[in-house]
């Protein structure tokens, strides 16, 4: 039997310092035979560990379109992430994964995509936005509401570039009043209040969220007043991850165990499992 607690040994290839305290990494499995067999599906996640200090959990933010490698971005806020932010380029650490449920992206061929993302939230949303960027003729309208404290907390700044360039893709950018600069040329407001603005047409469409919990709240609100279905509207609440497997107890929202059933809930039934949403 294997051990679940042992952990596949990967080699950082790239390193990019995405804001303040916020780094990604680009790695590569050291086992060739599991570098060309490993799949995941976008949403699912990975426990990433420092030697010696332990394992923290993210998301997997590349997606499962592009073989070869998996990327992961992290904000430094304790020790694990602390000991990742210090390894370099051709370090080796260990991952764990994949876990958890998936979007079904393959379910909303033929139909608009709606991705608002609101800070370090946007990782999640990220492999989902490559996943149907590869794909791009399965799919209608792509639009992407991304918002941050301040100019310097957007994260993929390069990415984003690219997106806005794109002629495919309607790109709105905002950050939180007082975090514009001079040069800013995007939105000035929250996140909820400018996807109102860009008013998205609900018709057909699906909408994919992720960010801090009281943004998530407002903007299931914003989605339901322009129409979008509980049903149709998703959400990931990989904060809640811990060990990965339900073995440790602390991922439970009532009798639902988020390690075992999630990450990757419809807004319906997230509703279902918070009183306050």
């Known amino acids: 039997m294997n051990n679940i607690y042992l952990p596949y040994l990967a080699k950082i290839e790239e390193i990019r310092?995405?804001?303040?305290?916020?780094?990604?990494?680009?790695?590569?499995?050291?086992?060739p035979a599991?570098?060309?067999?490993f799949e995941f599906k976008t949403g699912q996640f990975g426990l990433y560990s420092a030697f010696g200090l332990g394992e923290s959990t993210f998301c997997i933010a590349s997606s499962p379109t592009r073989k070869g490698y998996i990327q992961c971005t992290f904000r430094r806020t304790g020790r694990v992430t602390g000991g990742l932010a210090q390894l370099s380029v051709g370090d080796t650490m260990g991952f764990r994964g994949p876990y958890g449920n998936w979007f079904p992206v393959d379910d909303w061929k033929g139909k608009d995509i709606v991705f608002i993302a609101g800070g370090i939230g946007l990782p999640p949303v990220r492999s989902v936005i490559w996943n149907v960027l590869d794909r791009r003729q399965d799919f209608g309208n792509?639009?992407?509401?991304?918002?941050?404290?301040?100019?310097?907390?957007?994260?993929?700044?390069?990415?984003?570039?690219?997106?806005?360039?794109?002629?495919?893709?309607?790109?709105?950018?905002?950050?939180d009043p007082g975090g514009e600069?001079?040069?800013?040329?995007?939105?000035?407001?929250?996140?909820?209040?400018?996807?109102?603005?860009?008013?998205?047409?609900?018709?057909?469409?699906?909408?994919?969220?992720?960010?801090?919990?009281?943004?998530?709240?407002?903007?299931l609100n914003s989605l339901l007043k322009l129409g979008f279905d509980e049903g149709s509207v998703y959400t990931t609440l990989e904060n809640k991850m811990k060990c990965g497997v339900g073995k440790c107890g602390r991922c439970n929202?009532?009798?639902?165990?988020?390690?075992?059933?999630?990450?990757?809930y419809t807004a319906a039934e997230i509703k279902r499992m918070y009183n306050d949403f």
């Open 17 to 31: 310092d995405e804001a303040p305290d916020v780094r990604s990494f680009k790695l590569v499995f050291e086992d």
């Open 142 to 175: 792509i639009t992407i509401v991304y918002g941050a404290r301040t100019v310097a907390d957007l994260v993929y700044k390069d990415e984003l570039k690219g997106w806005d360039e794109r002629g495919d893709i309607t790109l709105v950018q905002t950050v």
């Open 253 to 264: 929202v009532g009798d639902v165990y988020v390690c075992k059933e999630g990450p990757v």
């Open 34 to 37: 599991l570098r060309d067999s």
């Open 181 to 219: 600069t001079p040069e800013w040329k995007g939105k000035v407001g929250f996140v909820p209040t400018v996807l109102e603005e860009a008013a998205p047409s609900a018709k057909n469409a699906v909408a994919v969220t992720c960010g801090p919990p009281i943004m998530i709240k407002f903007v």
